[in-house]
């Protein structure tokens, strides 16, 4: 029977060939296979190959040090088609300097393209990306100067008289994985990690082409000791197999930790005191944008203030078993946690696999969901994507936001040295933000609100002094804060005069308390 070879990360690098097509599966530092990744890069620092890579990669893997910043220098990477870059500084300099050739793709088309790669299907077929930077009558998301002339890798087809988009398919020569128990036949389980992922799709799509696939694997054990059903890839898809040497450094369950069975489904955990978050900007929005929800709904939290703070606020309301909180990477309840930790949560009761979860966002789609927002213009577009020189790129947002029956952006009215104080339940701006974020036009359509208001959906534009919603008439302003100045203190801080509703609603109060809950749970269950 076919199996794999075991060997040490150095012979694992010794495959990478020039100008080889690498996929890297992971998500943040999850599932990052440290030990291989770190290997490949000293063996091009001290002799400088391999070279002219292509990476591909569906999420964001890195903690802003590790994952795949070990690729991040020049003559190393030619080319990176990847979903988001906002932890990795790095990759993002090379990028905005034209050091390398850049496309972005959202996360969910790009996790279902491999399946769609495995099948040996011409592409993947979507509506998702239509009207915003990735449709190729705008960047066809190419994220710099240099790559504008390069080939397109999306077009727009027509099928019975609609408009769909096609990611085509990437050919890969090498896909890098990670696992948790390996046994002596190659075969491979997940059981440790925080995440499913796409992990037997990339596999199977990069056999399609011929390609070698490298596996980093925890701990080794006799063959017959793993249940079958917990095998995610067989070892006859294996090629080369790595035990990590030092797993309390390469091959951590999260940046944060190395390990904890709250975050793998193993056990649940007692919530403690220690998760209700202080009173501060971020919280004020979560807490508005979630009086947006409706008890049973199902929502999805992006990354930023979303997933910073709805999850603690859920639980500190006490409504956490009123509704059902997901994350992209396949993630069912719990307390999800945040910053370089995105995408994983305490306490869930359920995982699935990551392009599993992207069928119910593109399909039926959820609820409502709560997204970070950096731009938003006069016809109700909104930049998540690229901020200033920075390419962020999308991540799940654009496949989320185009299928939500409900979309609440959170963001703050200014940025860049905003400073704000709470005082007897109002709000008081103490220094404002130098940085403008309703413009005429935004940098990049990362959400499309002509055809959001086409399709029926709702908009919310939540900040900590103002409340706008997308409406027939264009972007209009339905709530202020308490003690806020509507004309000094919003409508002089906007490029744009928004629609002001007939009915100009306060901002509740009790969104500004210091302690204990708001009342969130009554509005849910109205």
Known sequence: MRKPLFMTGEQAAQLITDNSTIATIGMTLVSASETVLKAIEKRFLETGSPNSLTLVHSCGQSDRDRGIQHFAHEKMLHRIIGGHWGLQPRMMQLIAENKILAYNFPQGQFAQLYRSMAGGEPGKITKVGLGTYIDPRQDGGKMNEITKDAPDLVEVIHIDGEEYMRYKPIPLDFCIIRGTYVDEMGNLTTDEEAMVLEVFSAVMACKKYGGKVIAQAKYKVKVGTLHPKKVVVPGVFIDAVVMCPNPEEDHRQTHSFAFDPAYC?????????????????????????????????????????????????????????????????????????????????????????????????????????????????????????????????????IDITTNAKHVVFCSTFTGKGLKCSFDGKLLHIDQEGSLIKFVKKVQQISYNGKIALSKGHKMHYVTERAVFELREEGLVLTEIAPGIDLQTQILDLMEFKPVIAEDLKIMDPELYREDGPFGLAKIVRS
């Open 265 to 397: 489904g193993d056990i649940k955990v007692p919530v403690s005191s220690d998760d209700t978050l202080p009173l501060t900007v971020r919280k004020v929005i979560g807490r508005r944008a979630l009086m947006e929800l409706r008890e049973n709904d199902i929502l999805n939290v992006g990354t930023g203030i979303p997933n910073d703070v709805v999850g603690p606020i859920l639980s500190e309301e006490g409504v956490n078993d009123d509704v059902t909180i997901t994350v992209e990477c396949g993630i069912y309840g719990g307390i999800p946690m945040g910053g370089v930790d995105f995408g994983i949560a305490k306490n869930n009761f359920a995982l699935l696999r990551h392009d599993d979860q992207f069928d119910f966002y593109n399909g039926a789609g959820v609820d409502v969901t709560f997204m970070g927002a950096g731009q938003v213009d006069l016809d109700c577009n909104v930049n998540a994507t690229r901020l200033g020189p920075n390419p962020t790129g999308a991540g799940g947002f």
